[in-house]
């Protein structure tokens, strides 16, 4: 059995990442509307690969026979100032969400629960991941805020493929 205060945290962060899919959806709605699909496409995605960090973490705790209570999420933003606006706030909660993962790994490190410490290694790295693609991201539509149709040029380019499949990623709840 994972340990109850790692049990607790892990329950506390898949309302975390529920939330960062929620405020996702909100961004890509944000850049549709402005008929950038390349950024809105973009954001679409990150939003899923937010449900399936979700969803990863239920299914371990599921496979560990712990309690599982999806939590409530509160609303996300919505409204944006200009095209920057939402990639800035992308980044932060990505930082954020970092803190939380090193957290986990941390707690469960403490209570002397190394299964759950490893089962939070993927998510390290995946976390090392997602804040460079977005400081990357952020940089671009900073310095192209003028012009949207360079940075929809760049989503093209760099961010059109869908993300390889990760054989070391933990499974997924629902998943065939
Ligand atoms: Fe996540
Ligand atoms: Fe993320």
Not at 124 to 149: C, F, G, W
Request: hydrophobic letters at 45%; a negative charge; aromatic letters at 8%.
């Amino acid at each position: 059995m994972p340990a109850d205060t790692f049990v607790a945290r892990l329950n506390e962060q898949i309302g975390h990442e529920f939330a960062a899919h929620q405020q996702y959806v909100a961004c890509a709605v944000h850049y549709d509307a402005e008929t950038l699909p390349q950024l809105a496409r973009f954001f679409y995605r990150q939003a899923l690969e937010e449900r399936d960090h979700a969803m990863m973490m239920v299914q371990y705790l599921i496979d560990a026979d712990a309690d599982v209570a999806i939590p409530g999420v509160p609303a996300p933003q919505s409204t944006f100032a200009d095209i920057v606006a939402p990639v800035a706030l992308a980044l932060e909660q990505e930082r954020r969400v970092t803190q939380q993962i090193n957290g986990l790994a941390a707690t469960a490190r403490e209570a002397g629960d190394y299964t759950s410490e490893q089962f939070m290694q993927w998510f390290i790295k995946e976390q090392v991941e997602e804040i460079a693609t977005m400081s990357d991201l952020l940089r671009v539509v900073e310095r192209s805020r003028d012009d949207p149709m360079e940075i929809e040029n760049f989503m093209a380019r760099e961010h059109s493929g869908d993300e390889s499949d990760d054989p070391t990623a933990p499974h997924l709840a629902g998943a065939e």
